[in-house]
């Protein structure tokens, strides 16, 4: 079974970073391959995604929340997975660290969408970790007032 995992430093305390993350209809906004994520309940999502010129639709139901040390989530369409994230308390800020893992009951399959998802999911989350670190980072610079420049 494919396993995908990815892991950053985020300048903010786990209480705000999982709030963002927990916001899974805003990820359109931090992927560009995340085209669409509409909420069908409180904990059920339909993700599109634009990849390799192919556009993919599934449901994710999230599981198990632990604010704000993490949540898991599962597929309920579409390729079988489930996810995490963990959130820890770390100098300068919140560690995350996601994990996808796809239940597949064919190896040759298997092997087939490791090689082809682990590409693309590596960067739909490297992506979104970065606009969110970057979100957090300009929230911070908002909260500390407004610079003053001389000239």
Do not use: C
């Amino acid at each position: 079974m494919p396993v995908i995992e990815h892991d950053m430093l985020f300048p903010a305390e786990p209480e705000k970073v999982y709030a963002l993350i927990r916001r899974v209809d805003e990820f359109p906004r931090y992927a560009d391959a995340v085209q669409s994520v509409v909420p069908l309940d409180e904990r059920t999502y339909r993700w599109t995604v634009h990849a390799n010129g192919m556009q993919f639709h599934w449901d994710v139901a999230i599981v198990q929340e632990d604010p704000p040390r993490g949540l898991k989530w599962e597929s309920r369409s579409g390729i079988r997975n489930t996810g995490r994230y963990r959130l820890t308390p770390a100098r300068g800020g919140t560690r995350v660290q996601l994990t996808i893992e796809y239940h597949l009951h064919n190896r040759l399959l298997d092997k087939t969408v490791g090689r082809v998802a682990k590409p693309i999911v590596h960067h739909i989350s490297e992506q979104a970790f970065q606009r969110i670190r970057q979100r957090l980072l300009e929230e911070a610079r908002g909260q500390d007032g407004p610079s003053e420049n001389h000239t």
